[in-house]
């Protein structure tokens, strides 16, 4: 999954209690955040894009790449600075939570090391954060990382229309959780724990409440998007492809997405999807990670390159206009030069709209971390290089291709300049436009002029 680290962009709304959220990580992380929200919007707090004015502070932190704890460490230094002047000139207390990946990964160690912190909670848990808090008024200090029986979802109270309104036309929507696959570079499988598949009903329903409050495209979420088997409506277990043929019926959903997939749960139905689906949008997170079957193998993906290789060309059989991203990691433990060129060879022959790529770093806990045969950085660093350069390539040469095309274009935002609007193509590009403020979360019909490396741009018709 693409990553990211930002403040959660909401307006205060005046109320007495205010509340600072800071993002780290992928998508669902941010989802989750919209919903610690949502929780703390029914006992009184509003979100307030500054620090200083908060009396509750909320780093809800990622766990994926190396020196993330860190990181985390390092925020709750400036807060604590921030919290002491606060005090020293006589203003309110502030609370300071930390939740998501490390907060599970790390439990009463970021107790012990970071005083300032008053609770510490963890993904499978946060529906049970007013409580806590409530614990943390009577003054104690609170850890909450226990995996639960309960759906939290079922838990979680439901957004109000003006706060699904404040966070634009698109929304974010976890289907799934966890994962089984045990990749031996990647620490979710512990932090995140085993795949939970959420009810078609409950996402149905809450996928309806977001159109009613002007979303207009959905974005299906999950470690292992692809892997979802929930009760369906008809009481049988259904694929994600079943789902997406149910939440297309939604009438004013007009675009549907879905990630991040495991090319080893890409099953025909979802392939079908593609085909048969018109709201669900030309364009596939699939990553590979590496394109040498030895490295593949080290990594306990239990596909190989010519499986993946075959498996686009079938997805691309039936939807020939797709768009493809993916996920890289260069430097794995044992990789030789040769298995790097096997990567660089997949990446020409599949040829990628979009991609991340990263440099492999050990997680604590993770069997890759174990490995004998570590890359030197000085090599990793080159073979990233490389790497990147290859997909900027592909990148551009894809934007490049779009010029001339006549699209429909779902205007979300406003962009830089007076008067310019900024959307998504069909393709998640960003597209620039010049449109009224009052056009937002219009689908409209451009013409793309010009392309750059991380944009396009574009006229009406």
Known sequence: MSTLDKQTPQQTSGKEKKVFIKTFGCQ?????????????AKDGY?????VDDADLVLLNTCHIREKAAEKVYSDLGRINKTKEKRLAAGGKDMKVAVAGCVAQAEGKEILRRSPVVDLVIGPQTYHQLPNALERVHQGKRVVET???EDDKFEHLPKAEKKQIRSRGVTAFLTVQEGCDKFCTFCVVPYTRGSEVSRPANQLISEAESLV??????????????????????DGREWGLGELLHELAKIEGLDRLRYTTSHPRDMDQSLINAHRDIEKLMPYLHLPVQSGSDKILKSMNRRHTRDEYIKLMKRIRDVRPDLALSGDFIVGFPGETEEDFEDTLDLIRQVEYAQAYSFKYSPRP???????DNHVPEDIKADRLKRLQTLLAEQQLAFSQQCVGKDIDLLLEKKGK?????????????????????????????VRITRAAPNSLEADII
């Open 365 to 371: 806990g993770t069997p890759g971390a174990d490995f």
């Open 212 to 233: 009613a409050a002007g979303v207009r495209e959905i974005t299906l979420l999950g470690q292992n998007v692809n892997a979802w088997h929930g009760e369906g409506g």
């Open 46 to 50: 509003s979100e307030t894009t500054n």
């Open 417 to 445: 300049r007076e008067g310019q609007l900024i959307g998504r193509s069909p393709w998640l590009q960003s597209v620039i436009v010049d449109a009224k403020e009052s056009q937002i979360g219009d689908i409209i019909k």
């Open 28 to 40: 669902m992380n941010v989802y989750d955040s919209e919903r610690m929200s949502d929780a703390l």
């Open 146 to 148: 226990e995996f639960t």
